[in-house]
């Protein structure tokens, strides 16, 4: 416990002032005895892996401010902090609410995010040692908000936080925020037909039709992790990440250097899930794998095939789920077409300090109100999910 010692703050710009030993300590100390971390985008090495290949840093409008908490030399708090000078990669947008700060003579950038770059994965923010949970927490909330003011920042954002996180910043008077996206959630399936039994009728046929057509593509479909993975596949992988992203958000936001460094310090984390034509992968599914769940992350092709990307991303990852009990499974942000595939709609949470108290007053009252219309669409389309209204519904 940390009661009657002083707390010390500090912001480093690079994580190689903190040993990896110490930041694990409070980012996933379930991991101590060998076994997987909850969350591995919160993990040393995979921060390291972003900081290493340049994928954050000056240059990238991602400038680490990684802030710990320390009690008597020991670390027992840390954070992933970041001042940006632009709202790309966070995937929580602000960016009307930068252009209105901007519009009435102030100035929206830089700004701070307590977030892990590009990664819409839910996981905590405020990383403890077990034991200093809510010290922990309000030493590096504060630190945080401090950096923000002591600098004239506008505005500090913690995304993708987890729910009991968020009810602990809105006590103290942070601005709170409600999104959603979709996750398959396993309900204790033996395996994939299982699966498809709790579903409706149409829904079933749907999923078994779109699996047959993905599967006669034309090739093979296989899954690699750990020892498997190659130092050519990253090769594939890359491929796929450029066209994705120049298709969906302009410029890719790893390098490649990320995906070498991956292949050495994190493919024990890393689900590969390949279409494969003449030994050619033609699509393929990067996930990460946590200690009760698949993340699914980047998704790309060289060649179109039909429903090939339902299966490789949603049902392979479902698949892997239950073969290795995993409690679900997040296919990234948004997408309702997800929900006719068994993923359902679940709230995700972020928490906002805003400096100027006028514009930190019509915020909230926005928050208010798409807070309110989040929880009804999450309803509603629960409502519309694929599953099985009545026990006596068809099997067939």
Same mark, same amino acid.
């Given at each position: 416990m940390t009661s009657g010692s002083d707390i010390t703050i500090r912001a480093h710009g690079d994580l190689s002032g903190i040993a990896a030993a110490d930041w694990d300590a409070c980012a996933c100390p379930e991991a101590a005895q060998? #076994?997987?971390?909850?969350?591995?985008? +919160?993990?040393? !090495?995979?921060?390291? $892996?972003?900081?290493?290949?340049?994928?954050?840093?000056?240059?990238?409008? %991602?400038?680490?401010?990684?802030?710990?908490?320390?009690?008597?030399?020991? =670390?027992?708090?840390?954070?992933?902090?970041?001042?940006?000078?632009?709202?790309?990669?966070?995937?929580?947008?602000?960016?009307? %609410? #930068?252009?209105?700060?901007?519009?009435?003579?102030?100035?929206?950038?830089?700004?701070?995010?307590?977030? *892990?770059?590009?990664?819409?994965?839910?996981?905590?923010?405020?990383?403890? /040692?077990?034991?200093?949970?809510? +010290?922990?927490?309000?030493?590096?909330?504060?630190?945080? *908000?401090?950096?923000?003011?002591?600098?004239?920042?506008?505005?500090? &954002? =913690?995304?993708?936080?987890?729910?009991?996180?968020?009810? $602990?910043?809105?006590?103290?008077?942070?601005?709170?925020?409600t999104g959603q996206q979709f996750h398959w959630l396993n309900e204790g399936y033996a395996d994939f037909d299982a699966f498809l039994a709790a579903l409706s009728? !149409?829904? !079933?046929?749907? =999923? /078994?039709?779109?699996?047959?057509?993905?599967?006669?593509?034309?090739?093979?479909?296989?899954?690699? +992790?750990?020892?498997? =993975?190659?130092?050519?596949h990253w090769d594939a992988v890359w491929e796929f990440y450029q066209d994705t992203g120049a298709r969906k958000w302009g410029t890719p936001y790893l390098t490649r250097a990320f995906f070498d460094i991956a292949?050495?310090?994190?493919?024990?984390?890393?689900?590969?899930?390949?279409?494969?034509?003449?030994? !050619?992968? *033609?699509?393929? $599914?990067?996930?990460?794998?946590? $200690?009760?769940?698949?993340?699914?992350?980047? %998704?790309?092709? +060289?060649?179109? &095939?039909?429903?090939? &990307?339902f299966e490789l991303c949603y049902y392979q990852a479902i698949d892997y789920a239950l073969k290795h009990g995993l409690a679900r499974v997040e296919a990234g942000a948004q997408g309702e077409h997800k929900l006719a595939r068994g993923y359902l709609p679940v709230a995700t949470h972020s928490l906002h300090w805003i400096r100027d108290a006028g514009f930190a007053e019509a915020v909230a009252q926005y928050l208010r109100a798409e807070g309110a219309a989040v929880e009804q669409d999450i309803e509603i389309l629960t409502s519309y999910g694929p599953f099985r209204k009545t026990p006596k519904e068809d099997h067939q």
């Open positions: 060998g #076994g997987r971390p909850f969350d591995p985008f +919160t993990t040393y !090495r995979f921060l390291k $892996a972003l900081e290493d290949s340049g994928s954050v840093g000056p240059r990238t409008g %991602w400038q680490a401010q990684y802030l710990t908490a320390e009690v008597d030399g020991q =670390i027992i708090a840390c954070a992933p902090l970041y001042a940006k000078s632009h709202s790309q990669g966070e995937y929580v947008f602000d960016h009307a %609410w #930068g252009d209105a700060y901007q519009r009435v003579g102030g100035r929206y950038y830089p700004k701070l995010q307590l977030a *892990v770059p590009f990664t819409p994965v839910t996981g905590r923010r405020f990383l403890t /040692r077990p034991g200093h949970e809510e +010290t922990g927490r309000a030493a590096l909330i504060q630190g945080a *908000v401090q950096i923000a003011e002591g600098n004239a920042l506008s505005s500090l &954002h =913690i995304t993708f936080c987890t729910g009991a996180e968020a009810e $602990a910043g809105e006590r103290i008077g942070l601005l709170r925020r009728a !149409r829904k !079933r046929k749907n =999923i /078994r039709k779109e699996r047959r057509s993905a599967q006669d593509f034309g090739g093979e479909i296989v899954q690699l +992790t750990g020892a498997r =993975i190659r130092p050519e292949h050495e310090t994190l493919r024990d984390d890393i689900l590969l899930i390949f279409a494969r034509r003449q030994g !050619r992968p *033609v699509a393929g $599914a990067v996930n990460f794998i946590g $200690a009760s769940a698949l993340y699914g992350r980047y %998704w790309g092709c +060289t060649e179109d &095939h039909p429903c090939l &990307h």
